[in-house]
T-cell receptor
């Protein structure tokens, strides 16, 4: 069964550094999402992406964040200058054109020191 | 604005007993409702969804959920719990209109005791 994959599984970085989190959505899916889950808290929406542009973004997704689909398979989330409060599990999700279900990857745990 | 409430942080049930994990929602239009499960150090796995039609939906691993429009609820149920069902369960909702994102509840930790 096709899956969403994410790399790395765990990223440790220093405050102020840039990080790029990578996702490979399910092939032939057209809608892509990033969510995050701070430890012990609920899963929060960051951004959705369709047709090579951002469809919607939350208040969390400020100028420090960006997303890109650099080729036909990868979907990336970049944080330009990480803060301590960016430490969280980041989930990528994708959805096909004829389904309402978002399928999630295993997540990347980002630790900012 | 959409919201989801999962009133219980923790649900404990004995193996073999029925289980219920509660969820209520609020949306401005008609809802799409979902349940996801998260095992330790894993991502969110889709369990089931309600889009339209029969109010009782069946999903993976013997789980089912009942959509109740008047009570704005979508409780997750299973007739006979297994120890392996122990995990964190998230209810999520999105409005039917457009490509709105999922809004999640805070999660309910289910512990099934042998």
């Amino acid at each position: 069964e096709p899956e969403v994959t994410q790399t790395p599984s765990h990223q440790v970085t220093q405050m102020g550094q840039e990080v790029i989190l990578r996702c490979v959505p399910i092939s032939n899916h057209l809608y892509f999402y990033w969510y995050r889950q701070i430890l012990g808290q609920k899963v929060e929406f960051l951004v959705s992406f369709y047709n090579n542009e951002i469809s919607e973004k939350s208040e969390i997704f400020d100028d420090q964040f960006s997303v890109e689909r650099p080729d036909g398979s990868n979907f990336t989330l970049k944080i330009r200058s990480t803060k301590l409060e960016d430490s969280a599990m980041y989930f990528c999700a994708s959805r096909g054109d004829f389904t309402d279900t978002q399928y999630f990857g295993p997540g990347t745990r980002l630790t900012v020191l | 604005a959409q919201s989801v409430a999962q009133p219980e942080d923790q649900v404990n049930v004995a193996e073999g007993n029925p289980l219920t994990v509660k969820c209520t929602y609020s949306v401005s239009g008609n809802p799409y409702l979902f349940w996801y499960v998260q095992y330790p150090n894993r991502g969110l796995q889709f369990l089931l969804k309600y889009i339209t039609g029969d109010n009782l939906v069946k999903g993976s691993y013997g789980f089912e959920a009942e959509f109740n429009k008047s009570q704005t609820s979508f409780h997750l149920k299973k007739p006979s719990a297994l120890v392996s069902d122990s995990a964190l369960y998230f209810c999520a909702v999105r409005d039917k209109r457009g490509n709105t994102p999922l809004v999640f509840g805070k999660g309910t930790r289910l512990s099934v005791i042998a």
